[in-house]
């Protein structure tokens, strides 16, 4: 009787303790993805009644909606321009404080403060740097006898200064996650090389590097996410500038995720084609994911 009892309540209590878990998962997670993919095989603007379409919303994503496409190459664009150079510096900037001893949580602070900004500051703060008539950048280039830039206002020049954004903010980022995992690496191995007489350039390159492989797979996938979904860079940007267009000057800053807010949510509101959208940009983040995981495991096997 009592091992009868005490299995019942032994399945009883993690029942109840993970219920609530798994009620708001299904509620505000997992329901609204399937409705979502649903809505998207319709015509639906919100209000009145759906209309069953088929396919018709993806065929006209790859064959029709110009800015669709337009916007998955700004998107490509921009995480060019910000997410290696980004990588690149915060591996540089963790090999350099792993060898510093004074100053070298002073320094970690300064790097990292720009990741845990609000986007509505850093949104400001670029807009002060990159304005046409009163920004710091322009200042600077007239001073030394150059013609101020159009920056915000130029379709070559505005992805530039939203990878120039991401930059300056991800940049702590991945310096903590490159820190963290020389940090971890055991100083036989480093003593074992000064031995052997192996210089600070070949022991970074031979044995530093190798062994922050996993770290870098994990910086390489995320940062493929992040830039796959990014939309509050350009949005803050051209948002608080002077311009009105939608994704910035000739819509260069346009992301797949700022043309999905507009077309589900902006003027048109059209639900059932935006989900479509949302749905194919799910998919991309996905297969891309998958593609990045397996070339970065078949180069560590190599």
Do not use: H
């Not at 993970?18 to 009620?23: L, N, T």
């Not at 009644?49 to 700004?74: A, H, Q």
């Not at 090999?95 to 986007?119: E, G, M």
């Not at 480093?190 to 031979?206: L, M, P, Q």
């Amino acid at each position: 009787m009592n091992s009868k009892g005490n299995k019942k309540y032994s399945v009883f209590w993690p029942v109840v303790f993970i219920a609530p878990f798994i009620i708001f998962f299904f509620t505000f997670n997992l329901f609204p993805i399937i409705y979502s993919f649903f809505l998207s095989f319709t015509d639906w603007n919100g209000i009145g009644e759906k209309v069953f379409v088929g396919l018709d919303n993806y065929i006209r994503i790859f064959t029709k909606d110009t800015t669709f496409l337009k916007s998955l190459w700004n998107t490509l664009y921009i995480m060019v321009l910000g997410f290696p150079i980004s990588v690149f510096l915060g591996l540089l900037i963790a090999a350099f404080l792993s060898n510093l001893k004074k100053f070298r949580n002073l320094f970690q602070t300064i790097n990292f403060l720009p990741y845990i900004t609000t986007p509505v500051a850093i949104g400001l703060i670029f807009t002060f740097l990159f304005d046409w008539n009163t920004g710091i950048i322009n200042r600077i280039i007239e001073f030394f006898g150059g013609e101020g830039i159009n920056w915000l206002g130029n379709a070559k020049f505005a992805p530039v200064v939203i990878g120039i954004m991401i930059i300056w903010k991800c940049t702590g980022y991945y310096m903590a996650l490159y820190l963290a995992g020389i940090t971890s690496i055991s100083t036989d191995i480093y003593e074992a090389a000064k031995v052997d007489g192996a210089g600070t350039v070949k022991t970074f390159f031979k044995i530093t590097m190798p062994l922050l492989k996993p770290i870098t797979i994990f910086i390489t996938i995320t940062s493929l996410i992040y830039a796959l979904q990014l939309f509050d860079e350009p949005n803050l940007m051209f948002n608080v500038s002077t311009t009105s267009i939608i994704g910035g000057p000739d819509r260069s800053c346009l992301t797949m995720v700022w043309n999905f807010y507009d077309v589900a949510f902006g003027s048109t509101a059209r639900l059932g084609y935006g989900s479509a959208v949302s749905s194919t940009l799910f998919i991309i983040i996905v297969a891309a994911s998958l593609i990045g995981m397996r070339f970065m495991n078949r180069k560590e096997e190599n």
